[in-house]
């Protein structure tokens, strides 16, 4: 074998290499820590070290760099020694003395041009194409070698951390504090990618993504308020007209559960479960304990607790122990699925241009600020004072509004199209053109 095959043989293995440190380097960085788990709960091969890397990304790519930077300046190093010897018949056709300054700068304009064009195809491009597309089995195919390959060059990788530790000592940089983790509006975008990769349904995602916000939304948010709740009153927990009333109201309104209070609505006795009823006519004991939780708390939490608790309903009651409305184990789920009965109760508003004029649709007044966010777009600001449209009017407007009164804010009007002296049940929100001006002002 001459010199010059020798010479090119060599440099095609050193980029071959470096192609082998870069999708390795690019798989482990691409594949999830769960695949990693999953495939060693199926005993794959190479799973473990490769979660091992994982949990010491900070060696793995300080030894990566080690073998990258060395692999490069080698290539680059015997590619520009021999670079008259791999160009000298090129040169001699061209006519220029391969000795002569010209002919010298020539070929190692020319090695150089041709190592970085293979270097960058074979030895980056292609291998880190393959780590992107198949990141699980390269990952765990290499883990080993990497694995072993780290702990060889452990001293080296400990010889330049403590040498960049100096250098940013000298110029007085902070050490880098914690990465943070990741954030829930950061999980969504993942999800998202999941969606536009064709790896996740659109459903899915949407269901992904309205667990991610139970931590954000309260019981007040999804509760029934007290004024709509449906139940049986009795006249004491033992009342023997429990069932007949129970299975009138069940009849009109098939609800799963009831509560159950005194006659004039105050003292809640306790909770009844339909099914109770239909598979064991002559049970005695109908009643069970009622299950109570503060406004204000979270979704996640109280999913928590009614699991815990092996409870169906929950009452909610303010500060002063007065009771809210109830929710349910069906009124959470809805907030993962969405509505589970029927269609949902308000269509969607669409967006309006000025030639359009303003489009408009009348909601109840106790309806959510999350539900008014989610269902319509609209976005107005919360508060521990009220949790629905009719306490954000309220709050604004300073009083009851009779109908007809009416309030801009931001892009929207709120007209008040239904009201008793005590609450407003319905209200006309009408989208404002954008040459409409929103002057948060009430109008008489």
């Known amino acids: 074998m001459s010199s010059v095959t020798l010479i090119l043989v060599?440099?095609?293995?050193?980029?071959l290499l470096n192609g082998f440190f870069a999708c390795m380097e690019i798989a482990l960085v691409s594949v999830s820590k769960a695949r990693l788990k999953r495939l060693e709960k199926e005993k794959r091969p190479g799973a473990t070290a490769a979660l091992f890397l994982q949990r010491h990304i900070d060696d793995f790519f300080a030894t990566v760099q080690i073998g990258i930077t060395f692999i490069g300046t080698l290539s680059a190093a015997i590619g520009g020694d021999s670079s008259v010897k791999l160009f000298r018949p090129l040169l001699e056709i061209a006519g220029?003395?391969?000795e002569s300054p010209s002919g010298r700068i020539l070929a190692l304009v020319g090695v150089a041009i041709c190592i970085s064009y293979f270097s960058l195809v074979v030895g980056e491009l292609v291998p880190k194409s393959l780590a992107r597309r198949y990141p699980g089995a390269v990952s765990t195919r290499l883990a080993g070698f990497f694995k072993a390959f780290s702990k060889f060059m452990t001293p080296a990788v400990r010889v330049l951390s403590g040498s960049t530790s100096v250098v940013l000592k000298i110029l007085r940089v902070p050490e880098s504090q914690k990465p943070a983790s990741l954030t829930t509006e950061e999980f969504r975008m993942m999800a998202a990618e999941l969606v536009e990769n064709h790896q996740m349904t659109e459903r899915v995602h949407e269901i992904v993504v309205r667990a991610s916000r139970l931590a954000q939304i309260r019981v007040e948010d999804a509760m029934v308020?007290?004024?709509?709740?449906?139940?049986?009153?009795?006249?004491?927990?033992?009342?023997?007209?429990i069932r007949e009333r129970a299975l009138t109201i069940y009849r009109e309104y098939p609800l799963s559960y009831l509560p159950v209070t005194d006659l004039e609505g105050e003292d809640?006795?306790?909770?009844?479960?339909?099914?109770?009823?239909?598979?064991?006519?002559?049970?005695?004991?109908?009643?069970?304990?009622?299950?109570?939780?503060?406004?204000?708390?979270?979704?996640?939490?109280l999913l928590a607790m009614m699991q815990l608790n092996n409870t169906k309903m929950t009452l909610v009651v303010d500060e002063h122990?007065?009771?809210?409305?109830?929710?349910?184990?069906?009124?959470?789920?809805?907030?993962?699925?969405?509505?589970?009965?029927?269609?949902?109760?308000?269509?969607?508003?669409?967006?309006?241009?000025?030639?359009?004029?303003?489009?408009?649709?009348?909601?109840?007044?106790?309806?959510?600020?999350?539900?008014?966010?989610?269902?319509?777009?609209?976005?107005?600001?919360?508060?521990?004072?009220?949790?629905?449209?009719?306490?954000?009017?309220?709050?604004?407007?300073?009083?009851?509004?009779?109908?007809?009164?009416s309030i801009e804010f931001k892009r929207w009007r709120f007209e008040i199209t239904d009201s008793t002296a005590s609450h407003i049940k319905k209200v006309r929100i009408i989208a404002l053109n954008d040459r409409d001006e929103p002057s948060d002002a009430l109008q008489q």
């Not at 406004?295 to 939490?301: N, S, Y």
């Not at 359009?356 to 539900?371: K, N, P, W, Y």
């Not at 269902?375 to 300073?398: D, N, Q, R």
């Open 268 to 301: 809640f006795y306790g909770v009844l479960n339909v099914k109770d009823l239909l598979l064991d006519p002559n049970r005695k004991h109908l009643l069970h304990p009622v299950a109570f939780c503060p406004r204000g708390l979270t979704l996640d939490r």
């Open 10 to 15: 060599i440099v095609i293995l050193l980029i």
């Open 96 to 98: 220029i003395s391969p």
């Open 225 to 241: 308020p007290r004024n709509q709740i449906v139940g049986v009153q009795a006249q004491s927990p033992d009342d023997p007209n």
């Open 321 to 405: 122990g007065v009771v809210d409305g109830i929710i349910t184990l069906e009124d959470i789920l809805e907030e993962f699925v969405g509505e589970i009965e029927g269609t949902a109760q308000f269509p969607s508003l669409q967006a309006v241009s000025p030639l359009q004029g303003s489009t408009e649709i009348t909601v109840e007044g106790t309806i959510s600020l999350h539900e008014l966010k989610e269902t319509l777009s609209i976005s107005l600001p919360s508060s521990h004072y009220y949790s629905t449209l009719a306490g954000f009017l309220l709050e604004k407007m300073e009083k009851i509004p009779a109908v007809g009164d």
